[in-house]
């Protein structure tokens, strides 16, 4: 096995088990623990595990969402591609809920030029991008706002995501895992998205290749709620293969 190959299933590993030793790891891929101490070290500079005393390694996860100007510029490009691509799966008569965030005002900007289509969105730089759109109608739900985001959330956002039924809802995680599904550090925010889940016939997840595999506090939805996975051609095959499994189309740009 190639060191690049076992230092990605030592990552799958720990993920899976959530805390894994140097002895442990070594045993599993037959290798000298000095060897697993240097994989671990160079995983560790990626920021994908975290040591701790004792030799254990314990799964970094997605404790904390980053505000939305430190997301914006994380990934971008991934973000741009995954976003052209996500927008093609629109089509022109499509009801369709884009989700707050850094991936999915990406899609917007890939919809100005469309016809005929209804966006509803809990996200006003999302509703901001498509002000223009002459061939977009553009509903918001309303909420609260979040200044740091221009995000709306709380009661008035899931009652009106409660009333209305879409083709399509796009959806955006810090988390995403081929055991555990979609999952979030912030709990106010689980009742929108599953709103917007319960809401749309095909439910498509947008999220670059750094969120694969990351596990948070709180469920949002398991794997089988998913049809979709849009990500960025930088996620390994060994890192897709369990969703494909699962019966998730996977689409890779």
Excluded: C, W
């Excluded at 629109?90 to 919809?111: K, P």
């Excluded at 909420?143 to 009652?159: C, E, I, P, V």
């Excluded at 095959?237 to 890779?252: A, M, Y």
Aim: proline residues 3%; charged residues 25%; aromatic residues 4%.
């Amino acid at each position: 096995m190639l060191p690049a190959e076992r230092k990605l299933r030592i990552v799958e590993f720990v993920k899976e088990k959530r805390v894994g030793t140097v002895a442990e790891l070594a045993k599993e891929f037959q290798v000298h623990e000095a060897t697993i101490r240097r994989d671990l070290a160079e995983i560790e500079q990626e920021g994908l595990l975290r040591r701790t005393h004792g030799g254990v390694v314990v799964d970094r996860g997605a404790n904390i969402e980053p505000s939305f100007s430190e997301r914006a510029g994380d990934q971008l490009e991934q973000k741009k591609r995954i976003g052209k691509k996500a927008a093609e799966l629109v089509e022109d008569g499509d009801h369709i809920i884009l989700d707050s965030g850094t991936t999915t005002l990406h899609i917007a900007q890939n919809l100005i030029n469309r016809s005929n289509l209804t966006v509803v969105t809990n996200d006003m730089n999302v509703a901001a991008e498509l002000r223009d759109a002459s061939g977009v109608t553009v509903i918001v739900t309303g909420g609260q706002l979040y200044r740091s985001s221009y995000m709306l959330n709380g009661m008035f956002t899931d009652h009106v995501l409660g009333s209305l039924h879409v083709q399509k809802a796009f959806i955006g995680t810090p988390a995403i895992h081929p055991k555990f599904g979609l999952t979030h550090p912030e709990a106010q925010l689980i009742p929108a998205k599953q709103g917007m889940i319960r809401a749309a016939q095909a439910i498509i997840v947008v999220a670059d290749d750094t969120k694969i595999g990351k596990v948070s506090l709180h469920n949002v939805a398991p794997l089988h709620a998913i049809h979709t996975f849009v990500t960025g051609a930088e996620a390994s095959e060994l890192q897709l293969k369990p969703f494909r499994e699962s019966g998730v189309d996977v689409i890779t740009v």
